[in-house]
């Protein structure tokens, strides 16, 4: 998985880059900004919820795919990456879900 992440996540960075609208559909969608990249994120949330409570397993994977290609693009337009998340997964590791949940800020 991790290098598939990392793929994904350096083509992301290359495409922003570019800025090319007309070639590339991830600098299509941060040209037109960051709210629209995090409208297609909810809604790939909202598939990805939709396909794990009436589709396929194959329909499922489909859908987190693209619930996580988006994320990609939306933390690269942030100028985070994966890494970012794997330090605060890192972390956390080793905390109850619980505790980590009651000690953050109010």
Same mark, same amino acid.
């Given at each position: 998985?991790?290098?598939?992440?990392? /793929?994904?996540?350096?083509?992301? =960075?290359?495409?922003?880059? *570019?800025?090319?609208?007309?070639? *590339?559909?991830? #600098? *299509?969608? #941060?040209? =037109?900004?960051?709210? %629209?990249?995090? /409208? %297609?994120? &909810?809604?790939?949330? +909202? !598939? @990805?919820?939709?396909?794990?409570?009436?589709?396929?397993?194959?329909?499922? +994977?489909?859908?987190?795919?693209?619930?996580?290609?988006?994320? @990609?693009?939306?933390?690269? !337009?942030?100028?985070?990456?994966?890494?970012?998340?794997?330090?605060?997964?890192?972390?956390?590791?080793? +905390? *109850? &879900?619980?505790?980590? %949940? #009651?000690?953050?800020? =109010?």
């Amino acid at each position: 998985m991790g290098d598939a992440l990392t /793929q994904l996540e350096a083509v992301v =960075k290359d495409r922003l880059a *570019s800025g090319d609208a007309g070639a *590339s559909y991830v #600098a *299509s969608l #941060a040209a =037109k900004g960051r709210g %629209k990249i995090a /409208q %297609k994120l &909810g809604e790939e949330a +909202t !598939e @990805t919820i939709i396909a794990a409570l009436t589709e396929d397993d194959a329909a499922l +994977t489909g859908e987190a795919a693209d619930l996580i290609f988006h994320l @990609t693009v939306l933390l690269a !337009e942030r100028g985070l990456g994966w890494d970012a998340v794997a330090a605060e997964l890192a972390r956390r590791h080793g +905390t *109850s &879900g619980h505790a980590e %949940k #009651a000690a953050r800020p =109010k």
